[in-house]
């Protein structure tokens, strides 16, 4: 054949490339390129690398609406929450993303009220209309047993972010809350408070009666009890604790120090603290929960537990795509411990 006759000849399309070729060239079966595909762990790197070598040579471009029509789902992983933290919200988001971001998955938030009685069937009529991968739970929805009932009955995978264990290990995520409520409550002993006020989160969260186990636990390793009288609920928002702070300010014997559930709340002791003429930490000591970025740009900075909500949402992701991917050795229950961030809004008495 001359070398016009080659000129002439038109190059295959790379639109008309399948994933039977890519097979054929790779030496692989059908199956472990759509393996590799779908980041599933269940293939060798050096396989891995050869397969998408050939996808980037050949330009081929899987099909999304193709993949999730073999898989009977899209390629949507939902966020479901009902947490009032909007900083919690965006850290979550974010860890989720960094695992799905150079996957073919994709991200939808699905805020609810788990106040509304009708919650529930909004989140079956979510799943039933988008036929999504799979779906992570945060609290305090992950703590409804009968939502988790209903996706398993919808064949809807989900892993559930709570601080307990709620579920089999491979569905589930923990997060230590009490031991880094206890840990607020060692600290704050042991600058001298003695008559210390918490602030934790609604009844409905299941982490507001851990974080309020937990500090009252260690308060009591110290020989202090946690009065009645100064344990207020907030709702886990900014003016829950400007409200709740102003509540114990007011009274004669007020608090030395105030751990409140989360960050948000925190930030509001401080305002209700100023209102009142305190100083922090000289008149008042803060510990919050969770290490939110406003904890370190607040002043006097927040004392705080941190939280790895970021690194909770990354493992909780990751999970979701390994269950997808028929992964084993899903056995271990994962967990993440808490570490207290002692900064400038605390100090001794």
């Known amino acids: 054949m001359s070398d016009d006759e080659h000129e002439s000849k038109p190059a295959r399309d790379r639109s008309q490339v399948t994933i039977i ?14 393996r590799v595909i779908n980041e599933s762990p269940l293939v060798r790197e050096e396989t891995r690398k050869k397969v998408k070598e050939i996808i980037a040579e050949t330009g081929f471009t899987p099909n999304p609406q193709a993949r999730a029509l073999a898989f009977r789902k899209s390629f949507l992983v ?8 909007p900083q919690y919200v965006v850290n979550m988001q974010r860890g989720i993303l960094d695992t799905l971001g150079d996957t073919a998955f994709q991200l939808v938030l699905r805020p609810c009220d788990r106040g509304d009685e009708n919650y529930r069937e909004r989140v079956r009529s979510f799943i039933v209309q988008h036929k999504p991968h799979g779906i992570i739970l945060t609290p305090s929805v992950s703590e409804d047993e009968t939502l988790a009932e209903i996706l398993r009955e919808e064949e809807c995978d989900y892993v559930r972010i709570a601080s307990l264990e709620l579920d089999v290990p491979s ?5 230590h809350d009490a031991q880094g409520a206890e840990m607020a409550a060692a600290h704050l002993a042991q600058l001298g408070h003695k008559r210390i006020g918490h602030i934790h989160g609604p009844k409905t969260f299941r982490s507001a009666h851990e974080r ?10 110290y ?3 946690l009065a009645p ?13 400007v409200s709740s702070a102003t509540r114990l300010l007011n009274r004669r014997d007020r608090p030395t120090a105030i751990f409140a559930g989360n960050d948000e709340m925190a930030v509001g002791v401080y305002v209700a603290a100023r209102k009142a003429g305190l100083r922090i930490p000289e008149d008042l000591s803060i510990v919050g929960f969770d290490d939110t970025p406003i904890s370190a740009r607040i002043w006097p900075p927040l004392t705080t537990v941190r939280s790895p909500i970021r690194e909770v949402g990354r493992a909780a992701a990751d999970l979701l795509l390994k269950r997808g991917s028929g992964s084993e050795n899903l056995e ?4 993440f411990q808490l570490e207290l961030i002692v900064r400038e809004s605390t100090r001794s008495v």
């Open 229 to 241: 009288e100064l344990t207020v609920e907030g709702a886990y928002t900014f003016d829950s604790g």
């Open 223 to 225: 020989g202090l009890e």
């Open 171 to 175: 569905r589930s995520i923990r997060t």
């Open 212 to 221: 309020l186990s937990g500090f009252r636990s260690g308060l009591e390793s």
């Open 78 to 85: 939902g966020l479901v929450y009902d947490n009032p933290s």
């Open 332 to 335: 271990e229950l994962q967990s």
């Open 21 to 34: 070729d890519i097979a054929r060239m790779a030496g692989v079966s059908k199956k472990t390129v759509s």
